[in-house]
């Protein structure tokens, strides 16, 4: 549903055809390294296993292994051999597992591939992708479930884009491996599977828009990722109830779209921003903080946050007590006073 | 089959064994933080240590490597674990595949290294495993419905770690390494003479916390055994593509540390050396590396579809060297395997299964909002609030539940 | 200045003498150890050379090196040893050089030191320290100046406090380390050498509360570590054009106090929030949000972000044009509209 | 001055010199990704290599490990080298006492490693270097105010990466061995021929990147050179505290890579092995990882107090191991260090001396603005923003001062 909202045609495009988000993934890094010979793609069982979500599917048979590879198990090593694959101009993709096993390449992605450019004045940038499979909902034990989001947004340095739909993900990936800036490329996992008619190649909003998926007059919610749906069946709920819900879905986490969500809010008013990591000092925080500084005088009513709570995530039998649902959202809008 | 941990400790024998060391660990340095102790620099064998072969033939000489095979009654004892400790992981993988668990990492096939290993060290020492090592923990005592709540998802961790003397299950790799050799350092400073032993998987070696492991060992002279159980895989990724060493025991000489090269699917081998590796420690000569050859029969997970990186031919050739069979040929050559002793190990088995099922089918009642109680020591104002915020939601919900029971009831 | 308003008399303090702040944290260390044999210390140099900033001076010599020693140089093998130490019953206090140095520790902070204790249902608590010297301004080339706050504060589990004077200092270290939850304690490197008169022990509020240094009327300044300073100066500074600036003094990152900040806050109707960190994810987001969402009908404008800007910490020669001043928080203070 | 750096350039003659590898050496395999190398499971020697004692006398036979002495044009050029470097270096510390820069890290004493290594890699080739490797960045030819725009404050990076082959000195330790891998993997892909050379620290052979540097390296056998200048120190913390290996050469046994413990002092060998090294990976034949056995004379940078942590008289001794020193002794037994040539040498490092000074004592004129200019390539919205505000900012405070200036005036 989404899908068709953000999409936009292009002249070449085949005819549309269901896909998953992780077919549209691995037809954006089909092109993209048919396109580009300075593309490759390695990480942990990304060769033969086509990856653990089979996002790299086929690409090995299809490139060989001077293209894509497994590499050894380790994310420092991952990273840090992108970047001088990147140095050289290259222009790596690499997969992190999940976001948990991000961690051990952090210092290389804070201390080096988002400042090298900056460090050099321009002169060596990196055009790289760290590809992550992100968040929760999934079922999976303990550190397969991480929102690592807050930690790259909060690096100057670091573009971080998620995209919550097939064609969003296809077009994004595209244009994240395209780009001089190194990105981190987020894929909500809960989403892999979910479909989408899609003509290939497709070309959606650009990767640093947020995009309007519904419109609305009452609310705007601001969902990523995992959460566009979320909001969406919120705002399913509410016009039941007669109250219009906007969804924006945010695509791009950093640059942030200051633009698309404030014309949206300045039009409802009223905000709520959902995503599944811990509130506390999350993504959520910066665009309530942001959203506010902008638009105070514009708002009814403060910027809600709905979201995990402040604890590690859950196993999976608890998860469910953790996610933000729509009625979580429904609940959080009845908090604020609606006496206009 | 409460009584699993205390019969298994009750017949626990293994210790009594005075096993004997390689004469080059003889003189080790006495347990002191500022004794200068002798670096070890010398290569592993090439070939792995092997104390049975695949014919269940005793093995003598140089590919013994200085090691003696354990007494027989101590064989009886491994075998009876691995003998347990297979049936019960050959039943979680079959309540896994009918949806009971969320995931189950199989050793079936390493039971040599799993078993041989964690009976090496005594009830006092800790031990610190990977998502792979449910039979170790098996072995030590914990029950199996503790044991595996994580991976049914109930909760985290299901065992209480101090009573057993046991880590969680790490799942992020290699670091819980550095952990068994924080511990040891710790009890070193407080003079406890325990010895800490931690696995590590071939792929995990290849983490940069593997090498802080090793390295703070060496330095710190901890009394830590390192068991590298090389599997051969990390999910996909076959040994070539993880390293370019000979073995992954040559890694010890960088570190100054002993490293043995174990034939992995050879328990006597795995009990000896790695006895002889927790004794060094406990008397204060430093750590070791073990690497256990061995091989991953199961695929990864339940979710892993190993017929995409490996072949069936291969998994056939690791069956024929199956770790159990080769004891049991040379028990019974023996003659140290009676019928009413098989008998009594299968019973032992089969209880551990039956357990297993019972545990496993029973679903657990977890409380939902002890989601917010055990994050911190000191209670947090904002974690109450969001406690106070579902538990009014479970109330609602059940309160809707309950008018609709009541509804439907009418 | 702002240690005599936070301090507590206490009964067996010694005549007030002048310390640095480093001079007190090395106090609070000297006496956690005497006070408590399972206190040890360890890190890079923390040994003979006392720490790269001295606040290990003496130590050694003290209590001999099984109590604290030079580690080898491996930040993940320090963090990842202080967890297993922890787990023995110890109380280990371990030192990350800078910021930018704690990141290799990245994944040992995240996925174990925060998560332990709810993994285990509380049976296996961390008592454990984390000392980093904090933020820059102190002319440091790169990597040397980084905040990493809100990296921290982003990850549930963690306690996250921050002294500004060297009362606190002592005061906080000591809680810290009787605390059964791991402590992240960060010290600005800035205020290292800033002096006060104290009488040793001192108490001081409790670790997890926040304090207000400067009473006022009109606007509430909320700082933390070196930020305190600078809202003081902006607090003088405003008093001679009339306004009445009131300074609370965060100290506790995460858990953050909303009942001392927001009482301030429904006085003053208006604040601002000051660190050098970067504004985009930063600290002052959560700050911001939550003082907003909790607040939002007492407040006449919205909450400021005076901070750092959205790039990588400059090199010595430019820092100053980066940092924020007391000057910048006047100037956004002008901002607002002022018609009531 | 301009012209150091083609200067030097020009009469690098160094590479004409047809090196032998030692014979274990000859049988390497050729360039391509898929073929199986020949894994290396040699011990290095625990005796440090050596072409020249510390007397300047040439040294044969199984101590020299099978390396040759390299030609005498070579052995003046390095030593013309290291003067070079010496003067800059002991320039630069006397200017950073006097305020002129941030902070200096001095590599006096180490002047072997840094001159030997980066000497025998070719134009072609890219160097990975760390804070300390100024004086080998000196020797590739970059200008000396370009190399301490860092250390001076005025920006992170001073030079052009592309134009010198030369990435940025790295501060967080070890980090830059993974980037110098990864470049020579990527060239590997594209059969262009270059090594990639990186020096590190003993104090950063503890990271875990260190680690996963030589694993990735050997795994695919990348065209890479790591150096380890083991100085004995890292900051106040002696080698002993970092390792338990008799020597930080053998951790390229766990690794599969040939290692080499050279003497850091002695230019002769320094240059032998890692130009074999640098020929071994060009050809093929993988990584390398050569230790240079050296001291750090200076304090660890201007900040420091190392006599909190060593004696006056270790720093003694090692002095009477100069490296300079070594040389020049045997060059005079040579006949090859002819007055003119030593007057020659004077007046080339007086002229970087000469130069470094002018450069430093020259502030530089920084645009506070530029530093929102380079963080993206793609620009931000917000970014202009505050760039916008910064400007405002310094208008007023320029007008400001105009205005204080024009009152001043008055
Ligand atoms: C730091 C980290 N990176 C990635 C993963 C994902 N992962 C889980 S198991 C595994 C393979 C581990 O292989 P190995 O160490 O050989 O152990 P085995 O599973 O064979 O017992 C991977 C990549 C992880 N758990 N932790
Ligand atoms: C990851 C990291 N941790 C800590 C530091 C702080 N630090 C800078 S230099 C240094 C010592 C390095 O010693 P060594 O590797 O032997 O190199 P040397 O300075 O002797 O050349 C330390 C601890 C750092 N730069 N990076
Ligand atoms: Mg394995
Ligand atoms: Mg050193």
């Known amino acids: 549903m989404t899908a068709t909202t953000t999409e936009q045609e292009t002249?070449?495009?085949?005819?549309?055809?269901q896909l998953t988000m992780a077919g549209a993934?691995?037809?954006?890094?089909?092109d993209a390294m048919a396109a580009d010979d300075r593309v490759v793609v390695y990480g942990e069982d990304v060769g033969p296993l086509g990856g653990v979500f089979r996002v790299t599917d086929g690409l090995q048979a299809q490139f060989g292994e001077d293209r894509i590879w497994d590499s050894p198990l380790a994310e420092s090593g991952i990273i840090g051999t992108a970047i001088g694959m990147a140095m050289y101009g290259m222009r790596p993709v690499v997969e992190m597992q999940f976001d948990a096993f991000s961690y051990p390449a952090f210092e290389q992605m804070v201390s080096h591939v988002a400042k090298m450019r900056n460090r050099t004045k321009g002169r060596m940038s990196l055009p790289m992708v760290v590809r992550i499979p992100c968040a929760g909902a999934i079922g999976g034990v303990e550190h397969h479930s991480d929102s690592s989001e807050a930690y790259w947004t909060a690096t100057p340095g670091l573009t971080v884009v998620m995209p919550s739909n097939p064609a969003d993900a296809y077009s994004m990936l595209r244009e994240a491996i395209d780009s001089d800036d190194p990105v981190v490329f987020m894929e909500p996992k809960s989403r892999y599977w979910s479909k989408a008619p899609i003509s290939l190649p497709?070309?959606?909003a650009p990767m640093d828009r947020?995009?309007?998926v519904r419109e609305g007059t009452d609310v705007t919610l601001l969902g990523y990722g995992p959460t566009v749906r979320t909001a969406l069946e919120a705002a399913d709920a509410a016009s039941a109830e007669g109250l219009s819900i906007e969804v924006v879905d945010l695509r791009s986490l950093s640059p942030f779209d200051d633009e698309t969500v404030g014309a949206s809010v300045r039009k409802t008013s009223r905000a709520a921003v959902i995503h599944e990591a811990a509130q506390f000092g999350g993504y959520g925080?910066?665009?309530a903080a942001r959203v506010t500084e902008r638009n105070f005088h514009h708002l009814a009513a403060p910027v809600l946050r709905v979201t995990g709570f402040d604890i590690p995530y859950p196993s999976p039998k608890l998860e469910e007590h953790y996610l933000p649902t729509a009625d979580r959202v429904l609940a959080a809008l009845d908090t604020w006073e609606w006496d206009d | 089959m409460a009584t699993l941990s205390t019969r298994q400790s009750r017949s626990f024998t293994l210790r009594r064994d005075a096993l004997r060391a390689p004469a080059r660990w003889r003189n080790i340095g006495r347990m002191s933080l500022n004794v200068e102790h002798h670096s070890v620099r010398t290569l592993p064998s090439e070939k792995p240590i092997r104390l049975l072969d695949n014919a269940g033939h005793a093995v003598r000489g140089a590919a013994a490597g200085g090691f003696e095979l354990p007494e027989l009654d101590t064989l009886v004892e491994l075998y009876r674990r691995m003998v347990v400790a297979r049936r019960f992981d050959v039943q979680v993988t079959a309540l896994t595949k009918q949806g009971r668990l969320a995931t189950y990492p199989s050793a079936y096939g390493q039971e040599a290294c799993e078993i041989g290993a964690i009976s090496a060290i005594d009830a006092q020492d800790w031990f610190f495993p990977t998502y792979r090592d449910s039979i170790a923990l098996l072995t030590r005592g914990i029950d199996p419905g503790d044991i595996l709540q994580s991976f049914r998802g109930d909760w985290h961790n299901g065992y209480d770690q101090h009573a057993h003397r046991c880590a969680s299950q790490a799942t992020p790799l290699a670091t819980q390494a550095l952990h068994a050799v924080g511990m040891a350092h710790a009890a070193r400073l407080r003079q406890d003479p325990i010895v800490t032993m931690t696995y590590l998987g071939d792929g995990a070696t290849s983490e940069g916390d593997a090498h802080e492991a090793f390295n703070f060992a060496a330095v710190w002279q901890t009394p830590t055994v390192f068991l590298v159980q090389n599997n051969q895989f990390a999910i996909s990724v076959p040994l070539s593509r993880q390293t370019h060493a000979v073995t992954l025991a040559d890694k010890a000489v960088g570190y100054g540390m002993?490293?043995?090269?174990?034939?992995g699917n050879d328990v006597a081998a795995m009990y000896a050396v790695t006895r002889a590796a927790v004794e060094r420690a406990r008397s204060g000569g430093g750590p070791t590396l073990i690497e256990g050859l061995t091989y991953r029969i199961e695929s990864h997970t339940n979710s892993d579809d190993p017929t995409r990186y490996r072949s069936a031919r291969d998994v056939e050739h690791w069956k024929r060297r199956d770790p159990i069979e080769r004891l049991e040929k040379y028990l019974v050559s023996e003659g140290a395997l009676?019928?009413?002793?098989?008998?009594?190990?299968?019973?032992?088995?089969?209880?551990?299964?039956?357990?297993t099922r019972d545990v496993m089918t029973t679903e657990a009642v977890l409380d939902p909002l002890e989601l917010f109680d055990h994050v911190?020591?000191?209670p947090r104002a904002a974690l109450l609030e969001q406690r106070a915020r579902l538990e009014a939601e479970l109330a609602d919900a059940a309160s809707d539940a309950g008018r609709e029971h009541a509804g439907a009831a009418r």
């Open chain 1, 285 to 287: 925080a910066e665009v």
């Open chain 2, 338 to 355: 009676t019928e009413s002793l098989r008998a009594e190990i299968t019973d032992a088995a089969e209880d551990v299964a039956a357990h």
């Open chain 2, 258 to 263: 002993p490293g043995f090269h174990v034939d």
């Open chain 1, 210 to 212: 947020a995009v309007v």
């Open chain 1, 25 to 30: 993934l691995n037809a954006a890094l089909r």
């Open chain 2, 376 to 378: 911190y020591a000191r």
């Open chain 1, 202 to 204: 497709v070309t959606t």
């Open chain 1, 11 to 17: 002249p070449a495009a085949s005819a549309p055809t």
